[in-house]
């Protein structure tokens, strides 16, 4: 059980992370992955069952041991986190409704900057 409640973001990331694990990691057991990672086991079942979130040192130890980026775990080191909208709706619904209007605000401020600079 976490010490604290865990955000919508914070819930989504150890969705995502455990379905990259599971995807990435298909043809070795955990037992396997905590060997090559030097990870324990029951850390690793705690990233898959979504119980805890990696470090970023023990990302990069399973990204190693997989043969893949640590974006291929872990979306937040990924460029594209906003394109993917893995955490935007998340993040934007958890404002208080003044911090909401300022964020549509200033998105309709840049919209409207880009669509003068194509005009051009």
């Known amino acids: 059980m976490p010490r604290h409640e865990l955000s919508p973001f914070e819930r ?6 455990a379905q990259n694990l ?6 070795m057991t955990q ?8 990870i324990p086991t029951s850390t690793l079942s705690g990233y898959f069952a979504q119980r805890s979130t990696p470090s970023p040192g023990n990302v990069q130890r399973l990204a190693d041991a997989l043969g893949v ?41 840049q ?7 194509l005009s051009k």
């Open 31 to 38: 037992a396997e992955l905590a060997e090559k990672t030097d």
């Open 69 to 109: 980026h640590k974006s291929a775990i872990d979306p937040r080191y990924g460029d594209d986190l906003l394109e993917k909208d893995v955490c935007f709706e998340a993040i934007f619904s958890q404002l208080s409704p003044e911090r909401q209007k300022a964020v549509l605000t200033f998105a309709q401020q």
């Open 12 to 17: 989504n990331i150890r969705r995502i992370i």
């Open 111 to 117: 919209l409207r900057a880009q669509l003068d600079n």
């Open 22 to 27: 599971k995807a990435a990691s298909r043809d």
